[in-house]
């Protein structure tokens, strides 16, 4: 059984930092690709950042708003996924899921067999 959980979601004031992880069961990190998404309020759930490849060549996508903010990494010996995310505005605000094993499309864009529930992510101005 595949397990995705998040953790490191918090209330932080603009400017803040953050640090996220998505650890896994029953998959291998390295071995799949290995998303973040965002859903705000009465917003569609947007794509924050991506990672996929073998050791040798890391691949990794960002979405346009956290470009040069958020950084992705993986951690293979604890099945993990980190997401830094740095100069925090209130429009980062939202609940982050972490999503494994890409089924189609693009990285940021297509469809994941395995989800998370979730993790809190508050921005004060």
């Known amino acids: 059984q595949v397990q995705v959980a998040e953790s490191g979601g918090g209330l932080v004031q603009a400017g803040g930092s953050l640090r996220l992880s998505c650890t896994a069961s029953?998959?291998?990190?390295?071995?799949?690709?290995v998303a973040w998404f965002r859903q705000a309020l009465g917003k569609e759930r947007e794509g924050v950042s991506c990672?996929?490849?073998?050791?040798?060549?890391?691949?990794?996508n960002y979405g346009d708003s956290m470009k040069g903010r958020f950084t992705i990494s993986r951690d293979n010996s604890k099945n993990t996924v980190h997401l830094q995310m740095n100069d925090l505005k209130p429009d980062d605000a939202g609940i982050y899921l972490c999503a494994a094993l890409q089924m189609d499309g693009t990285c940021l864009l297509g469809r994941y067999k395995y989800w998370g529930q979730g993790t809190q992510v508050t921005v004060s101005s």
């Open positions: 029953g998959l291998t990190i390295g071995d799949v690709t």
């Open positions: 990672i996929w490849g073998t050791e040798g060549r890391t691949y990794i």
